[in-house]
């Protein structure tokens, strides 16, 4: 049956384009990917790009897409990142310094669905899914070992600072051998990469202050902008590609648990030490001994501490 139904296609091209399955299948998971991306991609958004901010841990974290207008500039960017995270986040965070960012850096994300709306309603646009750190200090030894490894031709190609371009001398080794790349528009691209990457610590300074943008181009050739066709295109990538499958270039927020964690710690044991010298008043009815109490927890709580950070250090 099935043989004879991919004979009658063959014979007529045009009816096997609209009847074959495995095409109207691909459609059919085109059309749910653009359903459960639909915070990203919105219902005619083809003016406006996305960048994804993430946090928590590799195996598991929360994304979120910051809408932003394609005529925006970096501050502008950069304000509109910092004013989601703290939507999502709580602006009480922004008061409140021991919970800050501790650093903003960018990841290959894979997403896994939408979360789950749970308690918050206004969290149901956001996704979960998992993130890979590249290997920074490779690629960096990467681009340091082309830049050693330059070979200067006898005439050099000059680069022009106005173009961004090198321009080669009918000379050069591209024009006389097919295949190969200019050694100096390498040298140039590597450095250039290379400047790019020590610069990421600006990603965070960024985050704490969006002025610092202006004329830095930060998010520029680091691929976390996804423009409205780009992410379409994705689509198109495997035959029913997978939600999985989609990579994209994510900034991921790290914050300051530790210093918040530890202030936690301490309140929680101040407040445990006071609701037991009220439990002493109450079980030997005087005071003095409730008191007696507190001074020998405090005491002990003051050993444990030492002796914690002892252990830790
Ligand atoms: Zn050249």
Redesign the pocket.
Known sequence: MNQRGEAAGRRSGRKLNILDPRKASHERRKRELLEILEPVLGSDDSDSSSIFLCWGKDNRCHIAPVKIPNSADDVTIWQEIRRLWYAHRGDWRKRLNLFGVREVRIVEISIAGRELKGKQRTNHKRFVGTYTTEDLAAEKGRLEQTIASYDP?EFP?PYNPSTGR????SS????QLDGIT????TLYQARRELSRLNMRPFLTLAFSDPGVATVNGLLEGEGVINTHSGILSKLESWHCPKLGELQFRALIIDEDRTRGSQCVVLLLTVVVIFLMVAGAKLAYGDWGTAWNVGCFLVALATLLWMWANHTVA
């Open positions: 031709q190609c090198v321009n080669c001398f050069c080794i591209s024009y200019c050694p100096e528009q």
